[in-house]
């Protein structure tokens, strides 16, 4: 059974960076496609970016300018940072695993808890 946990700091404040890391069990992310997730209040679920089994990266064009997603093969994680926060940044945060790639958030068979993160001063 695959499982993913997200940790990471809760509040971050506006102009900073957001940085959360994925702990995988159960299976390798050197297998299979590694995204992130967020789902703002009151909307619905947004893909931000994937990590393939091979290390390769594929973020959604709108946040490629502020998103990096990179892995530790070694500790099983991989992470998200995304810079420049401002308050629309503002979600739960999943981390969730595809067998095949898409940015299609439905499509993916594991996930996380999620982690809120709230970007305030």
């Known amino acids: 059974q695959v499982q993913l946990q997200e940790s990471g700091p809760g509040l971050v404040k506006p102009s900073q960076t957001l940085s959360l890391t994925c702990t995988v069990s159960?299976?390798?992310?050197?297998?299979?496609?590694w995204s992130w997730i967020r789902q703002p209040p009151g909307k619905g679920l947004e893909w931000m970016g994937a990590?393939?089994?091979?290390?390769?990266?594929y973020y959604k064009p709108s946040l490629k300018s502020r998103t990096s997603i990179s892995r530790d093969t070694s500790k099983n994680q991989f992470t998200l940072q995304l810079s420049s926060v401002t308050p629309e940044d503002t979600a739960v945060y999943y981390c969730?695993?595809?067998?095949?790639?898409?940015?299609?958030?439905?499509?993916?068979?594991?996930w996380g808890q999620g982690t809120q993160v709230t970007v305030s001063s």
């Open positions: 969730a695993r595809g067998e095949v790639f898409t940015t299609h958030p439905n499509e993916y068979d594991y």
């Open positions: 159960g299976g390798s992310i050197t297998t299979n496609y």
């Open positions: 990590i393939t089994y091979s290390g390769s990266t």
